[in-house]
């Protein structure tokens, strides 16, 4: 196919503006599905990605258009938009030469709009405004066109659109053929694919779904991945229309699928380049793994579950290149997971597809990230967890990481924002006016201090129009010691975390309270403990469920009524001693929440 004919464009926004369903409403207008087929939001197949409104795994859709006589290509490449799932919106923007800038009318320009359209400026591709959601009765369409204008696009440029009804988007798909450029056409003769994404199939391995930079894929042709040195013959050819079209080849500018037989996912990673058996060109720039930031452990519930777990957690593993998982074992808890995601949403939504997918329930335990460790042998020993934290006499020095972190914010909610920073042991860098209602503010952050709940409390106390971007810088030396967490004398490996030495009794004395509340009331007294080693640094008791063994007695001897609350008395005792606490799973969670 002729390179002038094909328009590859993503769909870039904040979370719900309304890009799955406009992406419904450009799939149903260029004829790809027909009507009586089309269901909501059919980019989005996970259960979870239809009911928490957001798109977890990208996909790739071809889709025939014909003006003015000539038929085009036309490729939507589909974007995630949380925060944790960045590193995905840019390598599909890497993928293509323009992107729809998509706007609610009725919220306007968001902080996470700005953090996207950032990226999409640093890809160099050609951005159309598109103001979404007119047809609603709160759209401020004009307001919204000048948020636009001050962020520097010109007023015709401006597209308006309805996912819902339909409104706008032949005009959209006009001026996507219009205003986005055709792929250029590579000097190089030798064949390189940029993989933007991939899943696994039983049948034929791992599926790279590519963008052809330059040279032609057969459906015959012998294929090498440039980073990862794997080797492999083409199983399929084609690409999602959006049932899956095998081809003959795809050639420079398309994009598509190739089912490459390999069977570990970790052999086709994002961003990497694929090329011909004999060919050695430039792979495409760029590249970088995704790098699990935030770690926590999965156990189950019922401890002959492992092997179920093991089962569910490597297949989840064939789909998603940035989860990691290896086996841990500690002594309370049995065999479970440590495993690794690129941030607590992450987390969240593969632990609710183990319980919900796999119907296995489990145990999570509180969030960490990864500390270097300089042992009194000067060797580095990596820590995700704080059972892996070894006796204070063999540490020389902790490092932890540090990211650089962008608030995008409007002016009235500054000063709240730094507030929140401060108290999060960031370091001040930069601010600048992004346009007339919004500021950036930049911030050296703690990794840890980021992870746990910042994003959430951010929301909170600038109602909703804050938002983040971040990176990860370095590791900076640190002073942390693990504290101990004991529940009727206990110790609760999953409840242990690695803290701050000079915050230590506040954060013992908040987690203790935080438990106090959570764990529901025995039968007997509870105690509740906060220890670095042998010293406790905070204490409490859950009293209690007292039950009124006289009630039934009236009147007569009082012996009576003693021997009875005698007799309780030993129980309780006894209890204390034998009794179990059992702790709700949602604990482990709510206890990091701040």
């Not at 700005?114 to 759209?139: M, T, W």
């Not at 032949?170 to 000097?187: C, E, M, Q």
């Not at 490597?314 to 841990?328: M, Y």
Request: hydrophobic share 40%.
């Amino acid at each position: 196919m002729k390179t002038a004919v094909i328009r590859n464009f993503s769909i870039i926004a904040h979370i719900d503006h309304g890009k799955s369903t406009l992406a419904d409403r450009i799939i149903e207008l260029t004829g790809s599905v027909r009507k009586e087929k089309m269901e909501e939001q059919l980019l989005d197949s996970m259960d979870l990605e239809k009911e928490r409104g957001i798109t977890i795994k990208l996909k790739a859709i071809r889709m025939p258009y014909i003006l003015d006589g000539v038929e085009y290509q036309l490729n939507l490449i589909d974007t995630p938009g949380h925060v944790d799932f960045g590193y995905e919106v840019s390598r599909s923007l890497a993928a293509c030469e323009g992107a729809l800038l998509l706007v609610d009318a009725s919220q306007g320009v968001e902080a996470q709009t700005i953090a996207n359209l950032e990226k999409a400026k640093q890809e160099n591709i050609k951005i159309i405004p598109v103001i979404n959601k007119i047809d609603l009765p709160s759209a401020r369409v004009d307001e919204t066109a000048l948020q636009l204008i001050e962020l520097g696009f010109e007023e015709n440029d401006i597209c308006y659109t309805s996912g819902k009804t339909g409104d706008g988007v032949d005009d959209l798909l006009k001026k996507i053929i219009l205003k986005i450029p055709a792929p250029k056409v590579s000097d190089t003769e030798d064949t390189t694919a940029l993989v933007f994404d991939s899943a696994y199939d039983d049948y034929r391995g791992v599926v790279a779904f590519v963008r052809v930079f330059s040279g032609i894929i057969k459906s015959d042709s012998y294929i090498r991945l440039m980073a990862s040195r794997a080797k492999s013959r083409v199983v399929d050819l084609g690409y999602l229309n959006p049932t899956e079209k095998l081809v003959k080849e795809l050639s420079s500018g398309e994009v598509g699928f190739v089912a490459t037989g390999l069977k570990d996912i970790v052999d086709v990673r994002v961003g990497d380049t694929i090329t011909l058996l004999n060919q050695e060109p430039e792979p495409i720039q760029g590249y970088k793994e995704p790098v699990p930031v935030v770690f926590l452990s999965i156990y189950p519930v019922d401890s002959s579950d492992y092997l179920d777990l093991r089962a569910a957690v490597e297949k989840l593993r064939l789909n998603d290149a940035a989860f990691s998982f290896d086996p841990e074992n500690i002594g309370s808890m049995g065999k479970g997971f440590r495993c690794g995601f690129l941030g607590l949403l992450h987390a969240d939504i593969i632990c609710e597809r183990i319980t919900r997918e796999f119907n296995i329930e489990i145990i999570t335990t509180t969030p960490s990230v990864r500390y270097l460790l300089v042992n009194t042998k000067d060797e580095i020993v990596d820590i995700k967890s704080p059972v892996e934290f070894p006796d204070p006499t063999y540490i020389k020095e902790v490092q932890e990481p540090w990211a650089l972190l962008d608030i995008y914010v409007t002016p009235t909610y500054m000063s709240v924002c730094m507030d929140l920073c401060k108290s999060r042991r960031a370091i001040f860098v930069d601010s600048k006016q992004v346009d007339s209602q919004r500021m950036k503010i930049t911030y050296e952050i703690p990794l840890i201090e980021l992870i746990i709940d910042f994003f959430d409390k951010l929301k909170s106390i600038t109602s909703g129009y804050g938002s983040i971007d971040y990176k990860l810088t370095d590791y900076r030396a640190t002073d942390v010691v693990k504290m101990d967490i004991l529940v009727a004398g206990d110790e609760v490996a999953p409840l242990a975390q690695l803290v701050q030495r000079s915050i230590v009794a506040d954060e013992g004395k908040r987690i203790i309270a935080k438990l106090k509340d959570l764990i529901p009331r025995q039968q007997f007294k509870v105690s509740l403990q906060a220890s670095v080693g042998a010293k406790i640094y905070a204490r409490d008791d859950i009293s209690p469920v007292r039950k009124d063994v006289t009630g039934y007695l009236y009147g007569g001897d009082i012996t009576r009524k003693m021997k009875l609350l005698e007799k309780q008395k030993k129980g309780k005792s006894r209890m204390r001693k034998f009794g179990k606490v059992e702790i709700p799973q949602d604990v482990f969670w709510k206890v990091m929440q701040k």
